[in-house]
């Protein structure tokens, strides 16, 4: 079967580093996403491993090691438009998405 | 970049209704489409994937009789939700592919259809 494992809250301060780890176990790994999803809104893609090593994408950075099923996406110089559901996903071999059941990301002032 | 819309965005109906979700790529051809369903603070669930001109796949536990899916043509695909109930609301997703690959990278996500059966 597929599982993700994700912290279902972490919480941070405006300006600070905040890393939210994601574990999987799934048959026919391909790649490790991260999506952001604002309250009534739809995800939006932010982030894309589907080889060992740390990808950055302006204050994003998402890291994959996949020996270990392990990844994290760290999120730099914290802004309150931050706060959001953060979810990881696995892509599989059959050309699925399967969803991690997310991170509430909470930014206090 | 890519775009993928979604329509109605809202709707509310009655109890025993049948209603029908549009997915559009604007302004690319999709191969592929994705639809998801998400119930409030939980995860996006894959219902069905959608490839133009074929039946579509339905995951497990996903009534195939219920969740109609047509993909007619390489810019549309339509989800029905046929005899609609109180436990069929809930956030409907779609998401299209620019490629054949299904490949994350290459999947947009439209903005969404808020279901709520009343």
């Known amino acids: 079967g597929q599982s993700l494992e994700q912290p279902s809250e972490v919480t941070a301060v405006e300006g600070a580093i905040v890393q939210i780890n994601c574990t999987y176990q799934?048959?026919?790994?391909?790649?490790l996403s991260w999506y952001q999803q604002h309250d009534g809104g739809a995800p939006t893609f932010l982030s894309y491993?589907?080889?060992?090593g740390l990808e950055e994408t302006g204050r994003f950075s998402s890291f994959l090691s996949r020996s270990d099923s392990y990844g994290y996406l760290l999120l730099q110089e914290l802004q309150m438009k931050d706060s959001a559901s953060y979810f990881c996903?696995?892509?599989?071999?059959?050309?699925?998405?399967?969803f991690g059941k997310g991170t509430r990301l909470h930014i206090l002032p | 970049g890519a775009v993928v819309s979604q329509h109605p965005s809202w709707v509310i109906c009655k109890s025993g209704t049948s209603v029908k979700i549009e997915c559009r790529s604007l302004?690319?051809?999709?191969?592929?489409m994705f639809w998801y369903r998400q119930f409030p603070k939980q995860s996006l669930m894959l219902m069905a994937t959608?490839?133009?001109?074929?039946?579509?796949?339905?995951e497990q536990g996903v009534e195939k009789d219920k969740f109609l899916i047509n993909h007619a043509s390489l810019t549309l695909s339509t989800l029905t939700v046929t005899s609609a109930h109180p436990e069929d609301s809930s956030f409907y997703i779609c998401?299209?592919?620019?490629?054949?690959?299904?490949?994350?990278?290459?999947?947009?996500f439209g903005p969404g259809t808020r279901l709520l059966v009343l």
């Open positions: 998401s299209a592919d620019t490629t054949t690959g299904g490949r994350v990278e290459t999947q947009y």
């Open positions: 799934t048959s026919g790994f391909y790649g």
């Open positions: 491993n589907a080889l060992d």
């Open positions: 996903a696995v892509s599989t071999r059959d050309d699925k998405i399967i």
């Open positions: 302004d690319f051809q999709a191969t592929t």
């Open positions: 959608s490839n133009e001109g074929s039946k579509a796949t339905y």
